[in-house]
């Protein structure tokens, strides 16, 4: 490894580093009490299955394991939040440097998406949005893998296959980023004829297929409520005619929206915005088929059902798009002239966590102001002034209840909604307005 490699490779490991630090350090000094996705994460973890009334399984199986580790700590669960986007920034380095060939090419790449509002503002927040983007970058890297070589790998294979269907296990999104590699693929084997179908591809199905099936009877013997949930949420059953209109549109702002601070540093980097678009560059298609086309896919289906697209839905979306940006203009980037991107990358980097912060300390209005350690106290007592058992089962809505789960400290099982049935199942149990608490 050449001098030059070290210092890109070190850059790269002190860029990830500080990012983590920064945004383990800034919402576990500024917020009182962890977010909402990650308080129904945990309180999902404390009673594991393979889904739950909203999402598939995988935010909370790993919630889970820090808090078997950690316990109710709030910092670590800011930490693991890091630990999930650091890995995908570095298997996003990792593919533009062999992308590229070119170690500092494969840096800006990854550079350019820290200006981008999910990387960085919405990060302390654990949940299915977040847990997807490692499984994103893992399944874009391995079917790059595929995709480029001459002989397909039996490993590479099952690992797409394994990456793929973790990341549909924490969010159903994740489908959007499968088809467009699928189309991809079909494209090249069945209409174009450019590629020999080999019968190793149906190992990445296959693998797929067997790792989902836990979740699949899941599905069946829960009336497919994670579906209903996510259907709901698009508001299809009150979508009208200018609604297949109005919310593709209010789509395509958002994400123009949330991109500027990315657009500004990019005309950092970029003297001139020309480009081409040549479909026969194997390259730039696979760089289409990853960013573009998902987006697109996602677009279209609003137009068509007139549902509505919620911003935050596109959190992995945009992992690959400074490699997409730096292909297209490499011609333009002048490699001895970078000290301006770098100051607005700097600018971009620091301006992010000093906004949080400030939000975070000016509002009081916020989730992460909830006194959940407190309430947690407040009910500890009323019950030992009635019990001497211990809370083993908490009921009531995910926030509420979650906390409680969250912050006693015999870490109750959250078991759902309160009902009556749930309560003549307790030895024990006292309720504080909507939320229960009791001991088997």
């Known amino acids: 490894m050449t001098n030059y490699t070290k210092n890109i490779n070190n850059i790269f490991f002190i860029f990830v580093l500080s990012h983590l630090i920064f945004w383990t350090l800034v919402p576990s000094l500024t917020n009182h009490n962890l977010p909402l996705d990650t308080i129904e ?8 299955d393979w889904g739950f009334n909203k999402h598939p399984p995988m935010s909370a199986f790993f919630p889970e394991v820090f808090f078997q580790i950690f316990g109710s700590q709030d910092w670590a669960y800011y930490l693991l939040s890091q630990i999930f986007v650091i890995i995908s920034f570095y298997y996003v380095f990792k593919f533009s440097k062999e992308f590229f060939n070119n170690d500092i090419l494969g840096l800006i790449s990854v550079l350019l998406i820290e200006a981008i509002y999910f990387y960085n503002f919405t990060t302390p927040e654990f949940n299915v949005n977040v847990c997807q983007l490692p499984f994103w970058s893992l399944t874009v890297y391995f079917s790059w893998k595929i995709y480029t070589s001459k002989e397909i790998k ?12 973790f990341g549909f296990l924490s969010k159903y999104l994740f489908f959007y980023l499968l088809v467009s590699i699928d189309l991809l693929f079909i494209y090249l084997i069945f209409i174009k004829r450019e590629r020999k179908f080999d019968f190793k591809y149906l190992i990445t199905i296959e693998v797929f297929i067997v790792t989902l099936v836990p979740h699949l009877i899941w599905l069946n013997n829960n009336e497919f409520i994670t579906i209903t949930y996510g259907l709901t949420r698009t508001g299809l059953e009150q979508s ?4 297949h209109i109005k919310f593709p549109l209010i789509f395509l702002g958002k994400q123009i929206g949330l991109l500027i601070p990315f657009i500004i540093l990019t005309l950092l980097l970029v003297k001139k915005m020309k480009f081409k678009i040549n479909l026969k560059d194997k390259n730039l298609l696979f760089l289409l088929a990853i960013n573009i086309l998902p987006i697109a896919l996602m677009f279209l289906t609003s137009f068509i059902t007139g549902s509505k697209i919620r911003t935050m839905w596109m959190t992995p979306f945009y992992l690959f798009f400074g490699t997409l940006i730096v292909y297209l203009f490499q011609s333009q980037i002048n490699l001895k002239k970078l000290k301006p991107f770098m100051v607005g990358f700097l600018f971009f980097f620091f301006l992010s966590p000093v906004l949080y912060a400030y939000v975070s300390v000016s509002k009081d209005d916020k989730r992460t102001d909830y006194p959940g350690k407190e309430i947690a106290m407040k009910t500890q007592y009323a019950w030992d ?13 995910e926030w509420n209840a979650g906390n409680l789960s969250y912050h006693l400290k015999s870490r109750p099982v959250w078991e759902g909604v309160v009902e009556r049935e749930k309560l003549d199942q307790l030895k024990d149990y006292i309720c504080l307005d909507s939320i229960c608490v009791g001991s088997r």
């Open 41 to 48: 994460a945990l309180a999902w973890g404390s009673n594991l």
């Open 154 to 165: 039996f490993t590479d294979c099952f690992l797409v296959g394994l990456f793929a269907a």
């Open 240 to 243: 009208s005619f200018i609604d």
């Open 385 to 397: 002034q009635q019990f001497s058992s211990k809370i083993n089962v908490v009921l009531g809505d």
